[in-house]
């Protein structure tokens, strides 16, 4: 299998790399005799270039004293496979030369076509001058192609042969632009069914712009949907819980109203059965007589014992009663269950807190600075410990102000302190968002415990803290309860170490 062969421009890096190398070499360091006439020489041979490479190509010594010396940055990947040769170098290269050879080759053409066309114009335009102009004109133009191609002398006779071997490159220059226009053909060509397939790819590249364009449309009027249906839903909790509202007080005023008649019942049998003692009285007896019987219930009219018997049962009705006003009253206080969790998700995972966050009309009540100084006071967020509290409750708000806007649920931050210490939350997030402070001498924990029981006959409620009292007390009263790093989690905030 023949070795891969870059090409000269491919290898310029690598060729000037060696050149300054055997320029810099130490006297009697032995180099390759093409190789030290380039360096002792005052200018540089047009084929300098490819005498180097032949060099290296020929003298392995050369080659690794130029691959020891140049790194990979200077030479790039191509010249330091090309120089190293490790294992499978020269598929590696093959693959490198045809990832870029093609529009390389083209542009490096025709570029060389332009210089060559240039070249000869000028090389044409230098023997005609120098055939027919005088001594003088000859001096004159011998300058000028000097400075251009470094070459030509000044005298007469030196400009007639520069003439002479300007013909002869005009020649091969000539045989050289016909193998490159055939190249620039084949280059068109190829550029042509390349136009035919950018082409292609533009058509393919409008149509999937429209398509994104019509799903971007459905996407907006899906959100717009969506808005509406919150809306809905909003208006539905709020009238679900408006219904409870009153379903509690209708059945706070029944068992009020039913406590009343049965003390107005228990009322009116005491009423009874005296108005019964006194039309009884008992008849007078004779010392060692016995007391005169009662009259049979149905051989005498005074004896009203209905009213005795309803007296009876008012009692016991009352009592009756009474215990169903009490009972309704206990059933009212009772809280719901609190939110069931799918099967095999455990109440301390982080899917728990996602699914519970998702429940309609859930309410979450955060201890504040429980969680905050669970979050960034151990430095997990680039705050040290003991960090400013104004700073923590602001990162806390900040977090669930984003929480809020994305969930769309109600949240409640409560920290303990007075009126004077205030966050303030962005103002999309604030009809989402309430930030209390607990009143002076009363601590957040009871704050949140009380409005767990004013929420929770209304709806779910979630209660985010790792304080052990208030988990128990909110879950008595029917919360679900969050951990701080459950909370942290819908936050997207890293879990706290320690």
Known sequence: MALPQPSVTQLRSVLTRALELARSAPPGHPLPGAVRGLVRGRRLPVTWEVTLRRALEDDEGFRQWVAEAASQEEIGRLGWLWLH??????????????????????????ARVA??????????SAAASAVAAGEDRAVLHSNRLAEAQQELARSQAEARREASRHDREATRLRARVAALEQAAVEAEAKG?????????????????????????????????????????????????SRSRSAEQSIRAAAAAAVSRAAATAADLAAVLAEVGANLHPPGPTSPGAAAPAPPAASGNPAVKPGR???????????ARAAGAGREGEGRRRAPEPALSLPLGVTADSPEAAAHLIRADGVHL??????????????GTDGLPAGADL??????????????????????????????????????PARPWLQIVFSASG?????????????????????????????????????????????????????????
Do not use: C
């Open 85 to 110: 040769r490790p294992d499978g170098w020269s598929e590696a290269v093959a693959e490198l030369m045809d990832a870029d050879a093609e529009d390389k080759e083209v542009l490096r053409l025709a």
């Open 192 to 240: 042509e069914r390349l136009e035919a397939r950018a082409a292609l790819l533009t058509e393919e590249l409008a149509r999937a712009r429209s398509r994104a364009a019509e799903m971007e449309g459905r996407a907006q009027r899906a959100e717009g949907r969506v808005g509406v249906l919150e809306a809905e839903k909003r208006t539905a909790a709020e009238a679900l």
């Open 115 to 124: 210089d060559l066309e240039a070249s000869l114009a000028e090389a044409h």
């Open 390 to 427: 104004a700073d923590l409750r602001q990162r806390l708000v900040d977090a669930l102000s984003e929480l809020a806007l994305r969930s769309r649920v109600g949240i409640s931050v409560i920290f303990d302190g007075d009126q004077a210490s205030r966050v303030s939350a962005p103002g």
């Open 442 to 498: 009363v601590e957040a924990d009871q704050v949140i415990l009380d409005m767990v029981a004013a929420r929770r006959p209304h709806g779910p409620v979630l209660v985010a803290t790792d304080d052990r009292a208030v988990q128990e007390a909110a879950g008595r009263r029917g919360a679900n309860i969050l951990s701080s790093v459950q909370t942290l989690g819908l936050l997207n905030r890293h879990t706290p170490l320690g």
């Open 365 to 378: 009540i955060v201890d504040g600075y429980n969680v905050a100084l669970r979050s960034w006071a151990s």
């Open 308 to 318: 005795v018997r309803s007296g009876s049962i008012g009692s016991s009705g009352a």
